[in-house]
């Protein structure tokens, strides 16, 4: 047998071509090689932390839910096709145009790909930070110790561990807009604040804060920038999108505009909340962090920087909804860039690196109390047979109606209706609508009450048949029309 | 015109860059072949005796199968090919640098091609593997399905995982020698814990998960998904193999332009 390669053909290696002392591009810096290497490595161990969260049906917030029906509809339906969660288009929620493009990557990447996304647009704040401490003056010890916290923030974990929302993708763009105007840019800064209004109206009040904020440093030119372009949007939403698109009860444009700018009209609310325990939680959750960092070495404490970020806790501290002043999800998110800003202008100027003893002790000690916090929150009530779970919930014909628990229906929400059993034991069922029950797992809003009434009246009344009932999961299918309770009074 | 310019020079230190790693990848190829009297034939003789081995001891004494009742060995075969496309090219790229120590006293040249040309050199031996994992899908009539086309992207994130880690690797390895051994531990304990010999379809969920969200078990099942069932096993898990790729490559392409001046000094 004769070898393919029998002997040497040309010499292997010849010295001659090999001049190349260019280098290929200034990311081989290893400086910046090492800064995209956090992003990257937050934005792999958070995707990988969502998943999991996803695989083990634990994902219970139902944004994530809303929000795939709602890609799934903009894709398949077009944009005014109504949310059977809302009632309504969820683009008349927070007037997400990022949906739009967003709508493409979900035919394309799935449910992966969001998380993934919403973890690697958090990630970024790394670099964003990093390039805003830069222009501060900021020393790069100081700056990696303020990102490190940021990509640590309750809110940024939480947010992310949480589901999905699109006002996560808009934090790298208000980041962005805030070294824009730093370095005096009027134009990214005009461009970036559009793409993160775009995101979601809930920036709409940080920025408008923010550019007036700007108008008091004198800084005329881009601080009415900024102010316009914040009003432009929460008029265009208050006054066309939101009374056309929105639910009832922003139909009137003034409870609109409130709606946008996320404020309550009960002003002594605020006071309400900071004598409870929730407010003060709150309050410690974020303050805790970034009074940490502070004492790395403060310069300039009182700077306008604090003005939106502190707009934001105050709106969120004055709402009524409970999640408001949660410092583990998305509505404290269009603080933290400016929260984060503010730290950095107190710590600008040469200073030493804080000792790695300053930096990794609290940081252990938040990750301790942060990962017993999850797993004593989000991380418990996995359905038990999750894998026959699975195996039910592919049963269900992928365009049919579903009827499900919240945890449920992060899996089963890709199609136009989709909803919870409280729902549609109100709003009566259409025939063929599979309903999936786990009455022995009840994370999330759906009363176990409530799930034995919808399966006992659909039973009962002979409108559904039982598919599956085995190991406490029950997959029904309506033959006729059930009627809702509040139909059939 | 001065961007057109750099543009233009950046170009060129890509195309030197590229010649480069091809005439290293073809010497790797030729040493590892040249004075043996099969040659070549290797690439053909390894994978093939592993199928039988593994056949006969999985198929024959142990009677194991998938779930969707595919012949064992096409399942395993395929798993091996993949799997040493990855640990073949880690192997090489990990002793790459500190293999090339006179190189590196004569010339100059950007150190990073070492690894790379280590890892495309082992795409010589998996195309011989896959010609023999076609021999035998033939041969046991197993459909293939047409989302077979959607291999090469997967390939190449196979490839980039390799790649980030043989940087990784290879710089840490001329500062300590053990990483070379201690690689092939770790080898022989992750190819349990990646879908290679042991089927995920039909185990219980929190275990197909925790085996898909290893970068590497993740890439792999969605490379047999895609040659024989033509949907992903998990969709959701393949992009956090996806994240974890590229964190790792460009970790290792820091840490190794971080020792890289020591490279000298040290060698």
């Known amino acids: 047998m004769r ?48 998943v999991l969260r996803y695989n083990l049906w634990l994902a219970t917030g139902l944004d994530l839910g809303m929000y795939k029906q709602a890609l799934w509809l903009i894709w398949h339906r077009g944009l005014q096709y109504p949310s059977s969660f809302t009632g309504h288009p969820l683009l008349g929620l927070h007037a997400s145009y990022i949906l739009l493009p967003l709508s493409l990557l979900y035919r394309v990447g799935g449910t992966g790909a969001l998380l993934c996304a919403q973890a690697f647009s958090l990630g970024l704040g790394y670099l964003l930070l990093r390039r805003i401490a830069e222009t501060l003056g900021v020393s790069p010890g100081t700056a990696h110790a303020v990102g490190t916290a940021y990509l640590l923030f309750p809110v940024v974990l939480g947010s992310n561990l949480f589901d999905f929302h699109p006002v996560t993708l808009a934090l790298p763009a208000v980041l962005a807009a805030i070294d824009a105007s730093l370095r005096g840019r009027g134009r ?80 002594t609310a ?64 269009p603080a933290v860039p400016f929260l984060f800003t503010a730290v950095l202008a107190s710590l600008a100027g040469p200073a030493s690196a804080p000792r790695r003893w300053f930096t990794l002790g609290p940081v252990a000690l938040f990750l301790i109390v942060f990962a017993a916090h999850q797993v004593a929150t989000n991380w418990r009530n996995v359905p038990h047979a999750i894998t026959s779970l699975t195996a039910v919930a592919n049963r269900i014909p992928p365009t049919a109606p579903v009827i499900a628990q919240n945890f449920a229906l992060a899996h089963l929400a890709g199609r136009s209706v989709a909803r919870l059993p409280v729902v549609a034991l109100r709003k009566g069922m259409a025939p063929g609508t599979y309903i999936l029950l786990v009455p022995g797992t009840t994370a999330g809003t759906t009363p176990t ?22 190991g406490g999961i029950t997959l029904l299918k309506t033959k006729t029309r059930t009627p809702g309770v509040a139909g059939r009074a | 015109m001065k961007l057109a310019s750099v543009v233009r020079r950046r170009l060129a230190s890509v195309r030197v860059w590229i010649e480069l790693i091809r005439n290293l990848a073809v010497r790797d190829v030729e040493t590892r072949y040249k004075h043996s009297i099969l040659g070549l034939y290797w690439a053909i003789i390894n994978p093939l005796l592993s199928a039988f081995i593994y056949s006969f001891v999985f198929g024959t ?54 690894p790379t040309a280590a890892v495309l050199a082992r795409l010589i031996d998996f195309l011989f593997s896959l010609a023999v994992l076609a021999v035998f ?20 994130l196979e490839l980039v995982f390799a790649w980030g880690l043989g940087f990784l690797l290879s710089a840490l390895n001329v500062l300590y020698r053990d990483v070379t051994q201690l690689l092939n531990l770790v080898l022989m304990v992750w190819i349990w814990l990646a879908p290679v010999m042991v089927a995920v379809n039909g185990r219980a969920e929190w275990l197909q998960s925790l085996f898909l969200l290893d970068p590497m078990g993740g890439i792999i099942q969605a490379e047999r998904d895609m040659l024989f069932t033509g949907h992903l096993t998990s969709p959701v898990s393949l992009w956090s193999a996806i994240a974890w790729t590229l964190f790792v490559f460009f970790a290792g392409l820091s840490l190794f332009k971080r020792i890289e001046p020591a490279f000298s000094e040290v060698l």
Not at chain 1, 25 to 39: D, F, H, K
Not at chain 2, 81 to 107: D, E, I, R
Request: charged share 10%; glycine share 8%; hydrophobic share 55%.
């Open chain 1, 3 to 50: 070898p393919l390669i029998a002997e040497t053909r040309r010499e292997p290696f010849s010295p001659t071509p090999v001049a190349c002392e260019t280098p290929v591009g200034s990311l081989l810096i290893p400086e910046r090689l090492n800064i995209w290497a956090w992003v990257l490595g937050y934005t792999a161990i958070l995707t990988t932390l969502s």
């Open chain 1, 188 to 267: 990214w800064l005009a461009a970036w604040l559009v793409v993160g209004l775009l995101c979601s109206d809930t920036l709409v009040l940080p920025i408008f804060t923010w550019g007036l904020a700007l108008l008091m440093q004198r800084r005329t030119r881009l601080g009415l920038l900024t102010a316009a372009l914040a009003t432009i949007v929460a008029a265009v939403d208050a006054l066309l999108v939101l009374p056309h698109l929105g639910g009832p009860g922003v139909s009137a444009p003034a409870a609109a505009l409130l709606s946008v700018a996320g404020l309550s009209t009960r002003a």
């Open chain 1, 270 to 333: 605020a006071l309400v909340a900071i004598q409870s325990l929730r407010g003060w939680e709150y309050l410690i959750w974020l303050l805790a962090p970034l009074s940490g960092l502070l004492a790395l070495g403060r310069r300039q404490v009182a700077n306008l920087w604090w003005v939106p970020g502190v707009a934001v806790v105050v709106a969120n501290l004055t709402h009524t909804t409970p999640a408001a002043t949660s410092p583990f999800n998305q509505l404290t998110l």
């Open chain 1, 449 to 470: 009450t409530a799930l034995g009434s919808l399966e006992a009246r659909a039973i009962s009344l002979g409108h559904a048949k039982r598919i599956y009932h085995r």
């Open chain 2, 61 to 114: 004494l142990l009677h194991s199968g998938t779930s969707d009742g595919q012949p064992f060995v096409v399942y395993i075969l395929t798993g091996f090919t993949f799997w040493n496309l990855f640990a073949n090219g880690l192997l090489s790229a990990a002793g790459s640098v500190s293999g090339s120590a006179a190189l590196l006293a004569k010339l100059y040249f950007p150190r990073v091609v070492l």
């Open chain 2, 137 to 156: 899908i033939a041969g046991y009539g197993v459909a293939v399905h047409w989302t077979l086309v959607f291999l090469a992207p997967l390939l190449l």
